[in-house]
T-cell receptor
Framework: GAVVSQHPSWVICKSGTSVKIECRSL??????MFWYRQFPKQSLMLMAT?????????EQGVEKDKFLINHASLTLSTLTVTSAHPEDSSFYIC?????????????FGPGTRLTVT | AQSVAQPEDQVNVAEGNPLTVKCTYS??????LFWYVQYPNRGLQFLLK??????LVKGSYGFEAEFNKSQTSFHLKKPSALVSDSALYFC????????????FGTGTKLQVIP
């Protein structure tokens, strides 16, 4: 149980285009999902907290107009990187908390490797 | 502000020997503490957590961690390391109570030598 999927697992796009990454909780409902960014050999940087049915909460320094987050259902959150640039190339990881489980740990997706050329 | 320190970038241990990955934390009030493991190009997998109760917490794959409030530490341990334990390990902390923001450490690479 507690499986989180991400799609795509890797994507290459051209500078100036937009890319959408999906995060799904497969066997539980998640009112809250999280989006992280991880640079090589570094820790996870929380970008935003995605709340089902409401606006995402962005961390300081993260451009909300560039990284659009939508959490339209209890099992799906999407991150859209708009007008991507090479510096947006990174490993993006989502996670989710089981709303009904009363647990506090997060379950992570396998990550999406984004390369902007 | 809460924080997590993992003082060792890398830990090397021989297969079959005990391993320890260190973690200290800083948080207001009581902590919730977590350990996660990450294999190359993958997301993080949950290993174990301390929420309340017994200070010694047992988790997946034979790992355990001991919560030490006076030393604000939550070191990850395993009695006998396997080559397959080689991975990146993250310690994380949040404030106790409800669903609070989680802060991750910088990670420790564990290398188990055959």
């Amino acid at each position: 149980g507690a499986v989180v999927s991400q799609h795509p697992s890797w994507v290459i796009c051209k500078s100036g285009t937009s890319v959408k990454i999906e995060c799904r909780s497969l066997d539980f409902q998640a009112t809250t999902m999280f989006w992280y960014r991880q640079f090589p050999k570094q820790s996870l940087m929380l970008m935003a907290t995605s709340n089902e049915g409401s606006k995402a909460t962005y961390e300081q320094g993260v451009e909300k107009d560039k990284f659009l987050i939508n959490h339209a259902s209890l099992t799906l959150s999407t991150l859209t990187v708009t007008s991507a640039h090479p510096e947006d190339s990174s490993f993006y990881i989502c996670s989710a908390r089981d709303s009904g489980g009363g647990e506090y740990e997060q379950y992570f997706g396998p990550g999406t490797r984004l390369t902007v050329t | 502000a809460q924080s997590v320190a993992q003082p060792e970038d890398q830990v090397n241990v021989a297969e079959g020997n005990p391993l320890t990955v260190k973690c200290t934390y800083s948080v207001s009030g009581n902590p919730y503490l977590f350990w996660y493991v990450q294999y190359p190009n993958r997301g993080l997998q949950f290993l174990l957590k301390y929420i309340t109760g017994d200070n010694l917490v047992k988790g997946s794959y034979g790992f355990e961690a001991e919560f030490n409030k006076s030393q604000t530490s939550f070191h990850l341990k395993k009695p006998s390391a396997l080559v397959s334990d080689s991975a990146l390990y993250f310690c994380a902390v949040s404030q106790a109570g409800g669903y609070q923001k989680v802060t991750f450490g910088t990670g420790t690479k564990l290398q188990v030598i055959p």
